[in-house]
């Protein structure tokens, strides 16, 4: 149990705040404002971390799949290449899992969850199994350990410099501390803001309590990103979009196409939450042998991918943001077959990732929404840009469950081009969201409403 779970607060208990149970006067107190400030000066060592955190699984990638076969004596990277990879990854994240506190943090078969900071002893498992997962080249994105050891370490920061405080005002440092962490990952602070927000549920007065300090130390946050990215020139693996095809106005064809995207990503996202629990619920009990086996399959099926369509395994590994871009802009050089195969290949790989190692659910999700996008605009009547963003919008509304972050994750993405194509959006987005609930089974009675189609607490 975290530290948080012992204090019975998680982020939505923050929402009370430090000076009582009502949220305007937590609003005036100068116990809140001290929080505040702590809340921005944290954010500079957290969004640091960050930063450090997504430089090193990014240079991790490239010595495990670009330097190592060379120092081997290899010419480039054989095709068989990631097998041993996998494996080994399966193999370490079933030993944080079994062997660590925190069973390897947040539980990725369940969508994306904030159901309260870890405390000190889980964050050494948590670092351990991201990194593992991510570098080696489990189909899962580094958001959802971002998050939990933002706000793990806040959470210990907390504790120890602010002396006299409660449980309420540390889960708000917490949750500030995730805002920190996870803002620039996606391009924006506000993005990282709507996503935390929605995930929590917190509404009404008692929102600005929370979004407040969250979103100044997602600022801050984001100014050390970009500081961090001028004077190491390293850059990190944050998701942005280079510039696009242009785009028309939407038609009424698009509008019609957005419905049936909409209800394609609802089928797409069920099958793979469905497919994903219930390996996960075999997997549980047998880690340290299945993991490794899961880690193979993954494998697999880049190599079938590029062997089927002669291009690079990698599309099919890893979490897929550095790669949206690049098949969007040049989406003429993927055959219809190939796309097809992409798509089977990444979604299989991406059940078996979310039920064997530890990471986000969230930019596989982007990815192979902008995939169907990028295949439906071979079909009349669909632009490039707007099928695309159709396909990502509806198809992380299918699997994280949260409406709102899916229609700003489509449409900020596409930059000037978000607004116009941001009505075939809405549209995707809502029947995505609408046919997930229906196409969920039914909870037991009692139980949270948030269980499906997700966001899930584990």
Not at 40 to 55: E, H, R
Not at 156 to 181: E, I, K, N, P
Not at 189 to 212: C, D, H, K, R, Y
Request: include cysteine.
């Amino acid at each position: 149990m975290s530290e948080q779970e012992q204090d019975g607060a998680g982020p939505g208990g923050a929402a009370d705040g430090p000076g009582g149970t009502d949220p305007l006067a937590t609003l005036r107190s100068t116990r809140y404002l001290v929080l505040l400030v702590f809340a921005g000066l944290l954010g500079v060592p957290l969004a640091a971390g960050a930063y450090g955190f997504l430089a090193l699984v990014k240079e991790l990638q490239h010595l495990c799949f670009a330097e190592l076969p060379g120092s081997l004596g290899f010419h480039g990277e054989p095709p068989w290449w990631p097998l041993p990879l996998l494996a080994v990854a399966g193999l370490l994240v079933a030993a944080a899992i079994r062997f660590l506190p925190g069973t390897g943090g947040h539980e990725p078969s369940q969508g994306l969850a904030v159901s309260g900071a870890p405390g000190a002893r889980e964050l050494p498992g948590i670092l351990l199994a991201a990194l593992v997962s991510l570098a080696l080249g489990a189909v899962i994105g580094p958001e959802a350990p971002l998050i939990a050891l933002g706000g793990g370490v806040a959470m210990l920061a907390a504790r120890l410099l602010v002396r006299g405080a409660g449980a309420r005002a540390h889960a708000l440092v917490a949750a500030s501390g995730s805002f920190a962490a996870v803002s620039a990952l996606l391009g924006s602070p506000l993005l990282g803001a709507f996503l935390l927000m929605e995930v929590v549920g917190i509404g009404g007065t008692a929102l600005s309590v929370v979004l407040l300090p969250g979103l100044l130390s997602a600022g801050v946050g984001a100014l050390v990103f970009v500081g961090f990215d001028s004077w190491t020139g390293l850059g990190t693996d944050t998701l942005s979009l280079p510039d696009l095809p242009p785009v028309g106005s939407p038609s009424l064809a698009e509008l019609g196409w957005a419905i049936v995207v909409g209800l394609a990503a609802a089928c797409a996202g069920a099958g793979v939450r469905g497919l994903a629990k219930a390996l996960r619920a075999r997997v549980a009990p047998r880690r340290l042998l299945l993991s490794p086996l899961l880690g193979l399959a993954v494998a697999a099926l880049a190599i079938a991918y590029a062997q089927g369509s002669g291009r690079s395994s990698s599309e099919v590994l890893f979490s897929g943001q550095t790669d949206i871009g690049p098949l969007i802009v040049h989406a003429a050089d993927h055959t219809v077959g190939a796309l097809l195969l992409l798509l089977a290949c990444k979604a299989l790989a991406y059940v078996a990732s979310l039920a064997a190692f530890r990471g986000g659910p969230v930019f596989p999700a982007l990815f192979l929404g902008a995939a169907g996008g990028v295949l439906l605009s071979h079909l009349p009547g669909v632009q490039l840009v707007a099928g695309a963003a159709m396909g990502m919008g509806a198809m992380t509304a299918a699997m994280l469950g949260l409406p709102m972050t899916a229609v700003l994750l489509a449409t900020l993405l596409m930059a000037k081009d978000g607004l116009t194509v941001m009505p075939v959006v809405i549209v995707a987005v809502v029947v995505s969201h609408v046919a997930s609930i229906r196409l969920a089974p039914p909870r037991p009675r009692g139980a949270r409403s948030a269980e499906a189609p997700a966001p899930a607490a584990g």
